[in-house]
């Protein structure tokens, strides 16, 4: 919910400072990827640039939404081709702490990293779409869903993480393993979320039938 309520804030601000950049929305969505792409490769050449690339793909995440708004040409294509985005750029970012090969944490962080991958990148923003593709709650309703961790607050934390490897690289496994354990709560947060708010919303449509007959 970071990245909403940040936005919903400084939209206006973010297209007066960024309005100007001569590429499409989509051009910079898609350049995100790419960037985090070379990010992912030039690492063992220079760690530092290799940062800084992730760091510039995470900001054009940032400001992508706010610019096509701000053009007025924002649409749904738009919205999917950046969350397909997010997604690719978190992944690489993942792909990037296997191949430095961080301290174990009691197992391999390999197994940490794919737990990562699999409750933080896929699971939470999947619960979220499939309890509204299956009827159990309505879209809005979808929107609403809490999140302990959302997909701002757990690239925030997976940053800090990249950059605690420069540092002191146990510091940088333990900080991925807080991500892994709050990315798991997330889980089951959206999934009790859905079990008890579609009860309600269930209701409500039976309501809604009764009052059109």
């Not at 490769?41 to 992508?64: H, K, N, Q, R, T």
């Not at 879209?139 to 959302?150: D, F, Q, R, S, Y």
């Not at 959206?190 to 579609?198: D, E, K, L, S, Y």
Request: glycine share 12%; proline share 3%; aromatic share 12%.
């Amino acid at each position: 919910m970071l990245k909403e309520r940040i936005g919903e804030k400084t939209s206006d601000v973010t297209y007066m400072l960024f309005g100007w950049i001569p590429l499409t929305p989509n051009q910079l969505t898609i350049g995100a990827v790419l960037i985090a792409l070379i990010g992912l490769f030039i690492w063992d050449y220079s760690p530092v640039l290799s940062i800084l690339l992730f760091g510039f793909a995470f900001f054009i995440d940032m400001i992508d939404g706010a610019i096509a708004r701000g053009k007025g040409i924002s649409s749904p294509k738009g919205a999917f081709l950046d969350g397909i985005s997010d997604r690719t750029v978190e992944f690489l970012l993942i792909l990037l702490f296997i191949r430095i090969g961080l301290p174990p944490f009691i197992i391999g962080m390999e197994w940490w990293l794919i737990g990562i991958l699999f409750l933080g990148t896929a699971m939470t923003s999947y619960i979220k779409a499939y309890s509204s593709h299956c009827g159990v709650l309505g879209n809005e309703e979808a929107k609403k869903m809490p999140g302990m961790l959302e997909r701002a607050e757990r690239i925030g934390l997976l940053f800090i993480g990249l950059l605690l490897v420069l540092w002191n690289a146990n510091w940088a496994s333990f900080v991925l393993v807080v991500v892994f354990f709050l990315a798991g709560l997330t889980v089951v947060q959206r999934i009790a979320f859905v079990m008890n708010a579609g009860k309600g919303y269930k209701k409500e449509l039976g309501k809604k039938g009764l009052e059109r007959v």
